[in-house]
Protein backbone atom coordinates (compact mmCIF):
# COMPACT_ATOMS: atom_id res chain seq x y z
CA UNK A 1 0.00 0.00 0.00
CA UNK A 2 1.11 3.56 -0.54
CA UNK A 3 1.92 6.10 1.47
CA UNK A 4 -0.59 8.51 0.19
CA UNK A 5 -3.19 5.55 0.22
CA UNK A 6 -2.25 4.85 3.79
CA UNK A 7 -2.42 8.38 4.61
CA UNK A 8 -6.35 8.14 3.18
CA UNK A 9 -7.08 5.41 4.90
CA UNK A 10 -5.72 6.86 8.19
CA UNK A 11 -8.38 9.78 7.19
CA UNK A 12 -11.14 8.12 6.38
CA UNK A 13 -11.02 6.48 10.12
CA UNK A 14 -10.86 9.67 12.28
CA UNK A 15 -13.82 10.77 10.50
CA UNK A 16 -15.53 7.13 11.18
CA UNK A 17 -14.43 7.29 14.52
CA UNK A 18 -15.78 11.16 15.12
CA UNK A 19 -18.89 10.51 13.53
CA UNK A 20 -22.01 10.34 15.58
CA UNK A 21 -23.94 8.33 12.48
CA UNK A 22 -22.93 6.99 8.84
CA UNK A 23 -24.92 5.62 5.82
CA UNK A 24 -22.97 2.97 3.68
CA UNK A 25 -24.31 2.87 0.33
CA UNK A 26 -23.12 -0.26 -1.26
CA UNK A 27 -23.23 -1.56 -4.92
CA UNK A 28 -22.44 -4.81 -6.73
CA UNK A 29 -18.93 -3.88 -6.57
CA UNK A 30 -18.99 -4.74 -2.35
CA UNK A 31 -20.33 -8.39 -3.70
CA UNK A 32 -18.11 -8.88 -6.51
CA UNK A 33 -15.18 -10.72 -4.33
CA UNK A 34 -17.75 -13.07 -2.95
CA UNK A 35 -17.86 -14.48 -6.81
CA UNK A 36 -21.26 -12.52 -8.05
CA UNK A 37 -20.94 -10.96 -10.67
CA UNK A 38 -21.74 -7.06 -10.95
CA UNK A 39 -23.69 -5.53 -13.76
CA UNK A 40 -20.91 -4.08 -15.09
CA UNK A 41 -20.12 -7.84 -16.34
CA UNK A 42 -20.26 -9.09 -19.10
CA UNK A 43 -23.79 -11.49 -18.72
CA UNK A 44 -22.88 -14.87 -20.04
CA UNK A 45 -24.24 -17.95 -21.63
CA UNK A 46 -27.63 -17.74 -22.98
CA UNK A 47 -27.90 -14.51 -21.37
CA UNK A 48 -24.88 -12.76 -23.14
CA UNK A 49 -26.37 -11.38 -25.41
CA UNK A 50 -28.68 -8.93 -23.49
CA UNK A 51 -27.83 -6.16 -21.37
CA UNK A 52 -29.05 -6.41 -17.53
CA UNK A 53 -31.44 -3.16 -18.32
CA UNK A 54 -32.95 -5.35 -21.08
CA UNK A 55 -33.77 -8.40 -19.13
CA UNK A 56 -34.86 -6.71 -15.38
CA UNK A 57 -37.58 -4.83 -16.84
CA UNK A 58 -41.31 -5.82 -16.47
CA UNK A 59 -41.74 -5.72 -20.15
CA UNK A 60 -38.72 -8.57 -20.72
CA UNK A 61 -40.62 -10.80 -17.97
CA UNK A 62 -44.19 -10.51 -20.30
CA UNK A 63 -42.48 -10.95 -23.06
CA UNK A 64 -40.62 -13.93 -22.41
CA UNK A 65 -40.81 -15.11 -18.85
CA UNK A 66 -39.01 -18.12 -19.08
CA UNK A 67 -35.79 -16.59 -20.16
CA UNK A 68 -36.21 -13.66 -17.86
CA UNK A 69 -37.23 -15.87 -14.80
CA UNK A 70 -34.08 -18.74 -16.22
CA UNK A 71 -32.04 -16.11 -15.49
CA UNK A 72 -33.06 -14.93 -11.70
CA UNK A 73 -32.79 -18.67 -10.75
CA UNK A 74 -29.29 -18.71 -12.51
CA UNK A 75 -28.54 -15.82 -10.24
CA UNK A 76 -30.37 -17.39 -7.20
CA UNK A 77 -28.08 -20.02 -7.30
CA UNK A 78 -24.75 -18.16 -7.70
CA UNK A 79 -25.86 -15.79 -4.23
CA UNK A 80 -26.63 -19.30 -2.56
CA UNK A 81 -23.13 -20.31 -3.18
CA UNK A 82 -21.66 -17.13 -2.59
CA UNK A 83 -20.43 -16.41 1.01
CA UNK A 84 -20.04 -12.58 2.33
CA UNK A 85 -16.31 -11.43 2.13
CA UNK A 86 -14.37 -9.46 4.18
CA UNK A 87 -15.46 -6.29 3.19
CA UNK A 88 -19.05 -7.19 4.02
CA UNK A 89 -17.73 -8.63 7.15
CA UNK A 90 -16.22 -5.29 7.59
CA UNK A 91 -19.04 -3.32 7.21
CA UNK A 92 -21.16 -5.85 9.88
CA UNK A 93 -17.82 -4.73 12.39
CA UNK A 94 -18.41 -0.80 11.38
CA UNK A 95 -22.22 -1.38 12.40
CA UNK A 96 -21.14 -2.75 15.83
CA UNK A 97 -18.65 -0.49 16.83
CA UNK A 98 -20.10 3.11 15.60
CA UNK A 99 -22.98 4.79 17.61
CA UNK A 100 -25.01 4.56 14.38
CA UNK A 101 -24.61 3.15 10.78
CA UNK A 102 -27.15 2.09 8.28
CA UNK A 103 -26.39 0.28 5.29
CA UNK A 104 -28.22 1.10 2.09
CA UNK A 105 -27.55 -1.38 -0.66
CA UNK A 106 -28.41 -1.97 -4.19
CA UNK A 107 -27.94 -5.34 -4.12
CA UNK A 108 -30.67 -7.93 -4.27
CA UNK A 109 -28.14 -10.54 -2.63
CA UNK A 110 -28.70 -11.23 1.62
CA UNK A 111 -24.61 -11.17 1.90
CA UNK A 112 -24.47 -8.10 4.30
CA UNK A 113 -27.16 -9.78 6.05
CA UNK A 114 -25.42 -13.16 6.45
CA UNK A 115 -21.97 -11.13 6.87
CA UNK A 116 -24.07 -9.86 10.71
CA UNK A 117 -24.74 -6.19 9.22
CA UNK A 118 -28.47 -6.21 11.22
CA UNK A 119 -29.92 -2.70 9.75
CA UNK A 120 -29.86 -2.97 6.25
CA UNK A 121 -32.38 -1.39 3.56
CA UNK A 122 -32.32 -3.15 -0.01
CA UNK A 123 -33.50 0.28 -2.25
CA UNK A 124 -33.92 -2.35 -5.39
CA UNK A 125 -35.35 -5.65 -3.29
CA UNK A 126 -34.08 -9.23 -2.87
CA UNK A 127 -33.46 -11.95 -5.14
CA UNK A 128 -34.37 -14.58 -2.93
CA UNK A 129 -38.17 -13.61 -2.22
CA UNK A 130 -41.10 -13.91 -4.64
CA UNK A 131 -44.35 -12.61 -5.47
CA UNK A 132 -47.68 -12.14 -7.42
CA UNK A 133 -46.60 -10.38 -11.11
CA UNK A 134 -50.22 -8.94 -9.86
CA UNK A 135 -49.75 -9.01 -6.02
CA UNK A 136 -53.55 -10.35 -6.30
CA UNK A 137 -53.48 -10.67 -2.42
CA UNK A 138 -52.58 -6.73 -2.13
CA UNK A 139 -48.86 -5.41 -1.76
CA UNK A 140 -46.31 -7.54 -1.27
CA UNK A 141 -48.36 -10.78 -2.32
CA UNK A 142 -45.53 -12.66 -1.15
CA UNK A 143 -45.20 -16.85 -2.38
CA UNK A 144 -42.94 -19.35 -0.92
CA UNK A 145 -41.74 -21.25 -3.97
CA UNK A 146 -39.39 -23.55 -2.19
CA UNK A 147 -42.31 -25.73 -1.18
CA UNK A 148 -44.28 -25.61 -5.01
CA UNK A 149 -43.74 -28.12 -8.02
CA UNK A 150 -44.51 -27.41 -11.68
CA UNK A 151 -43.49 -27.73 -14.53
CA UNK A 152 -39.82 -25.83 -14.84
CA UNK A 153 -40.02 -25.62 -19.41
CA UNK A 154 -42.55 -23.08 -18.44
CA UNK A 155 -40.14 -20.76 -16.52
CA UNK A 156 -42.10 -19.38 -13.69
CA UNK A 157 -44.50 -20.72 -11.17
CA UNK A 158 -48.37 -19.90 -11.19
CA UNK A 159 -49.21 -17.85 -8.69
CA UNK A 160 -50.90 -20.58 -6.17
CA UNK A 161 -54.00 -17.78 -5.48
CA UNK A 162 -54.82 -16.41 -9.22
CA UNK A 163 -53.10 -18.83 -11.20
CA UNK A 164 -50.63 -15.93 -12.92
CA UNK A 165 -47.24 -15.34 -12.95
CA UNK A 166 -44.88 -15.29 -9.83
CA UNK A 167 -41.38 -12.75 -10.25
CA UNK A 168 -38.64 -12.26 -8.35
CA UNK A 169 -39.37 -9.60 -5.67
CA UNK A 170 -36.81 -7.11 -7.34
CA UNK A 171 -36.96 -3.73 -8.59
CA UNK A 172 -37.35 -3.13 -12.28
CA UNK A 173 -35.75 -0.57 -14.68
CA UNK A 174 -38.97 1.92 -14.65
CA UNK A 175 -40.14 0.49 -11.40
CA UNK A 176 -40.87 2.41 -8.53
CA UNK A 177 -38.47 1.50 -5.32
CA UNK A 178 -40.32 0.62 -2.24
CA UNK A 179 -40.76 3.44 -0.23
CA UNK A 180 -40.24 2.87 3.24
CA UNK A 181 -36.42 1.67 2.35
CA UNK A 182 -36.24 5.18 -0.37
CA UNK A 183 -37.27 6.93 2.72
CA UNK A 184 -34.78 5.61 4.91
CA UNK A 185 -32.09 6.14 2.95
CA UNK A 186 -32.35 9.74 2.36
CA UNK A 187 -33.42 10.57 6.43
CA UNK A 188 -30.05 8.62 6.96
CA UNK A 189 -28.06 10.07 4.15
CA UNK A 190 -29.24 14.03 4.94
CA UNK A 191 -28.78 13.32 8.76
CA UNK A 192 -25.16 11.84 8.51
CA UNK A 193 -21.90 12.69 8.56
CA UNK A 194 -20.04 10.37 6.25
CA UNK A 195 -21.21 8.50 3.74
CA UNK A 196 -19.21 5.38 2.79
CA UNK A 197 -19.57 4.62 -0.80
CA UNK A 198 -18.55 1.22 -1.75
CA UNK A 199 -18.90 -0.67 -5.43
CA UNK A 200 -20.71 1.33 -7.19
CA UNK A 201 -21.18 2.90 -10.70
CA UNK A 202 -23.07 5.70 -9.59
CA UNK A 203 -25.43 4.99 -13.03
CA UNK A 204 -28.62 3.96 -11.48
CA UNK A 205 -30.79 6.56 -10.23
CA UNK A 206 -32.45 7.24 -7.96
CA UNK A 207 -30.20 5.29 -5.42
CA UNK A 208 -26.80 7.35 -7.34
CA UNK A 209 -28.28 10.71 -5.95
CA UNK A 210 -27.99 9.64 -2.12
CA UNK A 211 -23.81 10.86 -2.04
CA UNK A 212 -25.09 14.68 -3.32
CA UNK A 213 -27.87 14.45 -1.00
CA UNK A 214 -25.46 13.47 1.41
CA UNK A 215 -22.90 15.67 0.49
CA UNK A 216 -25.42 18.41 0.06
CA UNK A 217 -26.58 18.25 4.03
CA UNK A 218 -22.58 18.80 5.38
CA UNK A 219 -21.69 14.91 4.77
CA UNK A 220 -17.98 13.91 3.43
CA UNK A 221 -18.06 10.82 1.28
CA UNK A 222 -15.44 9.29 0.95
CA UNK A 223 -15.53 6.54 -2.35
CA UNK A 224 -14.58 2.71 -2.33
CA UNK A 225 -13.52 1.44 -5.59
CA UNK A 226 -11.28 0.36 -8.34
CA UNK A 227 -11.87 2.37 -10.67
CA UNK A 228 -13.04 6.27 -10.75
CA UNK A 229 -17.09 6.91 -11.19
CA UNK A 230 -19.28 9.74 -11.65
CA UNK A 231 -19.47 10.14 -7.91
CA UNK A 232 -15.56 10.36 -7.52
CA UNK A 233 -15.81 14.27 -7.48
CA UNK A 234 -18.21 13.94 -4.57
CA UNK A 235 -15.72 12.13 -2.77
CA UNK A 236 -13.64 14.05 -0.19
CA UNK A 237 -11.37 10.66 0.40
CA UNK A 238 -11.01 8.11 -2.86
CA UNK A 239 -9.68 4.64 -1.62
CA UNK A 240 -8.91 2.88 -4.89
CA UNK A 241 -8.91 -0.39 -4.88
CA UNK A 242 -11.08 -4.13 -3.75
CA UNK A 243 -13.47 -3.30 -0.99
CA UNK A 244 -12.43 -6.81 -0.12
CA UNK A 245 -8.94 -5.71 0.96
CA UNK A 246 -9.14 -1.77 1.93
CA UNK A 247 -12.95 -1.95 4.14
CA UNK A 248 -10.68 -4.26 6.67
CA UNK A 249 -7.65 -2.26 6.81
CA UNK A 250 -10.02 0.77 7.52
CA UNK A 251 -11.89 -1.31 10.38
CA UNK A 252 -8.20 -2.33 11.58
CA UNK A 253 -7.21 1.58 10.99
CA UNK A 254 -10.85 2.56 13.34
CA UNK A 255 -9.79 0.65 15.87
CA UNK A 256 -5.73 1.55 16.47
CA UNK A 257 -7.82 5.02 16.90
CA UNK A 258 -9.30 4.09 19.88
CA UNK A 259 -7.12 2.84 21.62
C1 LIG B 1 -37.15 4.55 -11.30
C2 LIG B 1 -32.60 -4.96 -9.27
C3 LIG B 1 -39.01 5.84 -11.72
C4 LIG B 1 -32.88 -5.91 -10.40
C5 LIG B 1 -31.74 -2.92 -10.31
C6 LIG B 1 -33.63 6.47 -19.26
C7 LIG B 1 -34.58 5.57 -19.70
C8 LIG B 1 -35.31 4.79 -18.80
C9 LIG B 1 -35.09 4.91 -17.42
C10 LIG B 1 -34.15 5.80 -17.00
C11 LIG B 1 -33.42 6.57 -17.90
N1 LIG B 1 -32.58 7.34 -17.18
C12 LIG B 1 -32.73 7.07 -15.87
C13 LIG B 1 -33.69 6.14 -15.74
C14 LIG B 1 -34.16 5.59 -14.45
C15 LIG B 1 -33.53 4.22 -14.23
C16 LIG B 1 -32.03 4.28 -14.38
O1 LIG B 1 -31.34 4.84 -13.55
N2 LIG B 1 -31.52 3.68 -15.48
C17 LIG B 1 -30.10 3.69 -15.74
C18 LIG B 1 -29.71 2.41 -16.50
C19 LIG B 1 -29.77 4.94 -16.57
N3 LIG B 1 -33.88 3.86 -12.87
C20 LIG B 1 -34.99 3.15 -12.65
O2 LIG B 1 -35.69 2.69 -13.53
C21 LIG B 1 -35.37 2.97 -11.19
N4 LIG B 1 -36.74 3.31 -11.02
O3 LIG B 1 -36.43 5.45 -11.62
O4 LIG B 1 -38.50 4.65 -11.20
C22 LIG B 1 -40.44 5.79 -11.51
C23 LIG B 1 -41.02 6.80 -10.81
C24 LIG B 1 -42.37 6.78 -10.65
C25 LIG B 1 -43.13 5.72 -11.16
C26 LIG B 1 -42.52 4.68 -11.83
C27 LIG B 1 -41.16 4.71 -12.01
C28 LIG B 1 -35.21 1.52 -10.79
C29 LIG B 1 -33.77 1.16 -10.84
C30 LIG B 1 -33.58 -0.22 -10.20
C31 LIG B 1 -33.25 -1.23 -11.26
N5 LIG B 1 -32.94 -2.52 -10.61
N6 LIG B 1 -31.49 -4.08 -9.66
C32 LIG B 1 -31.82 -6.96 -10.52
O5 LIG B 1 -30.85 -6.96 -9.73
O6 LIG B 1 -31.96 -7.79 -11.42
S1 LIG B 1 -30.45 -1.93 -10.76
C33 LIG B 1 -29.04 -2.85 -10.75
O7 LIG B 1 -28.11 -2.16 -11.54
C34 LIG B 1 -28.40 -2.96 -9.42
O8 LIG B 1 -29.31 -3.11 -8.38
C35 LIG B 1 -27.61 -1.70 -9.31
O9 LIG B 1 -28.36 -0.65 -8.78
C36 LIG B 1 -27.33 -1.39 -10.73
C37 LIG B 1 -25.90 -1.73 -11.01
O10 LIG B 1 -25.21 -0.75 -10.38
P1 LIG B 1 -24.01 -1.08 -9.38
O11 LIG B 1 -24.52 -1.75 -8.17
O12 LIG B 1 -23.29 0.19 -9.24
O13 LIG B 1 -23.14 -2.15 -10.11
P2 LIG B 1 -22.25 -1.91 -11.39
O14 LIG B 1 -21.98 -3.25 -11.96
O15 LIG B 1 -22.88 -0.86 -12.24
O16 LIG B 1 -20.90 -1.29 -10.82
C38 LIG B 1 -20.07 -2.07 -9.99
C39 LIG B 1 -19.03 -1.13 -9.43
O17 LIG B 1 -18.22 -1.90 -8.54
C40 LIG B 1 -18.10 -0.55 -10.48
O18 LIG B 1 -17.93 0.84 -10.23
C41 LIG B 1 -16.78 -1.29 -10.25
O19 LIG B 1 -15.65 -0.45 -10.50
C42 LIG B 1 -16.86 -1.59 -8.79
N7 LIG B 1 -16.10 -2.77 -8.35
C43 LIG B 1 -15.71 -3.84 -9.07
N8 LIG B 1 -15.03 -4.70 -8.28
C44 LIG B 1 -15.00 -4.14 -7.03
C45 LIG B 1 -15.68 -2.92 -7.08
N9 LIG B 1 -15.82 -2.12 -6.01
C46 LIG B 1 -15.27 -2.54 -4.85
N10 LIG B 1 -14.61 -3.71 -4.72
C47 LIG B 1 -14.46 -4.53 -5.79
N11 LIG B 1 -13.77 -5.68 -5.66
Redo the contacts with the bound molecule.
Keep these: MTGSQRNNILAAASLLHNARSVTVL?????S??SGV?????ALEGLWARFS??Q??TSEAFQRNPKLVWD??QF?RELVQRATPNP?HVAIASLEKRLPRLITVT???DDLHERAGSQYVYH???R?ANNRCFFDCQGDGTYIDVSRMTWNREFGPPPCPYCGRWVR?D????????PVDALEKAMESSISSEVMLV???????????MLPSLARDHGAVVIE????D?PLTALATIKLS??????LPSLLQALESHAH
Excluded at 198 to 208: M, Y
Excluded at 224 to 227: E, I, L, Q, Y
Aim: aromatic share 8%; hydrophobic share 35%.
Design positions: TGAGVKEPTFRDPELAWYRGQNVLHGIPVVWFGESLIGTSGLVSPASVNPDTGPSGVL
